[in-house]
């Protein structure tokens, strides 16, 4: 070997050395910070996974789900939405009736799950009651209901129930149009929010309920802001212009939210973040929605809401055991402890401290 080809192997081996360093250092760093501040994920599809197998039981580490306390204890992750979920399907009583008793299921398992599991976890439904968890030791367990098609035939009086059980956000459709507003997920004339739909928003101010906007269409985005007197919150949805996917939020709407005050959690599912054709995404490409839209609106309107267990899930990250990941990508890229401060956590309870302080006065 010449010495020139000896220069180029030593010079590679000691830049491989410094990047191994860098990253053992950052690391370090990131779990650090997590022990000093909250980290939340704003959207999890768990509640129906051991809702269909009863098999699975959350403290304990299981293949069958990317979400449960053995995963979030490693990937120092401290608080998640468990969302309620049932797919849009027929405007018939019978079919609503049958949406309404699979919802109220999943509540009572993710009830069981915690107590099953009360060393370790305990139901939370605001900031105070997250922070007690973290200082016990325990992880917090919020609870979201997406589609409000689940709350059945008398949707006013099934979300004030849900709401008294521990729910603090509806997602307002899925991949269908409601009687509530237009999805995303649609093709036709996008009508938005319908008379109803307006209706539900005005009790969900009343009652303190976020409104989640994460699968709905562009007009419906439109149409909520235009009438909700709270902020509102896109619980998984990412960037349109980084990746041209129609449940993605447009500079537009990523705008709007931002002025109305809201959030916009960040989904780590690879069909959201970059094509196929360029491989599944990874945690950079996550940082790189998060860097967006903190460019494009500022530090205080963005958080993360990954998707587990309904898709989401990208290289580095791929169950909750990977969210320390997130933080380490942040940290290269020169975010400050406030900024990943908010982040995580900060921005989406200030939101939902001032649903409830509107509801208040209402």
């Known amino acids: 070997m010449n010495k020139l080809s000896l220069f180029i192997l030593f010079f590679v081996l000691n830049l491989t050395a410094l990047s191994q360093t860098s990253d053992t250092n950052l690391l370090k760093q990131a779990k650090e910070l997590h022990q000093r501040i909250l980290t939340l994920d704003s959207h ?44 849009q399907g027929l405007q018939t009583d019978s079919a609503l009736s049958a949406a309404y008793l699979n919802a109220k299921k999943q509540l009572e398992n993710i009830y069981y799950q915690v107590e099953k599991n009360s060393d370790r976890a305990t139901v939370a439904t605001n900031l105070h009651e997250a922070l007690q968890a973290k200082k016990e030791g325990k992880r917090a367990i919020f609870i979201g209901v997406e589609n409000a098609y689940c709350l059945g035939t008398d949707k006013l009086s099934a979300m004030k129930e849900f709401y008294s059980l521990g729910a603090r956000y509806i997602t307002l459709c899925h991949t269908k149009a409601s009687d509530v507003c237009y999805s995303s997920g649609e093709t036709g004339e996008d009508t938005g929010l319908t008379d109803f739909g307006k209706e539900l928003i005005s009790e ?12 709905a269409s562009d007009q419906t985005v439109r149409d909520v802001i235009a009438c909700s007197k709270t902020p ?112 995580w956590s900060l921005n989406f309870f200030r939101i939902l401290e001032q649903a409830e302080q509107v509801a208040a006065c209402l």
């Open 204 to 215: 969900m101010n009343r009652l303190g309920m976020l409104i989640d906007l994460s699968h």
């Open 232 to 343: 509102v919150v896109a619980t998984h949805s990412s960037v349109r212009n980084l990746y041209n996917h129609p449940r993605n939020l447009s500079d537009e709407l990523i705008r709007l939210i931002a002025d109305n005050g809201g959030v916009i959690q960040v989904s780590i599912w690879t069909g959201f973040l970059k094509s196929k054709e360029d491989g599944r995404a990874t945690v950079s490409d996550v940082v790189d929605h998060i860097d967006y839209i903190v460019s494009l609106v500022g530090i205080d309107h963005v958080g993360f809401g990954s998707d587990f267990d309904g898709g989401g899930g990208v290289v580095g990250c791929e169950d909750a055991s990977g969210i320390i990941n997130i933080t380490v990508e942040m940290l290269r890229r020169n975010y400050t402890e406030i900024a990943i401060e908010k982040f």
């Open 44 to 87: 999890v599809d768990t509640p129906s996974r051991f809702t269909r197998d009863t098999s699975i039981n959350i403290g304990k580490r299981n293949d069958k789900v990317k979400v449960d306390l053995t995963k979030m204890e490693e990937g120092k992750l401290d608080a998640v939405f468990f969302a309620i979920y049932h797919p």
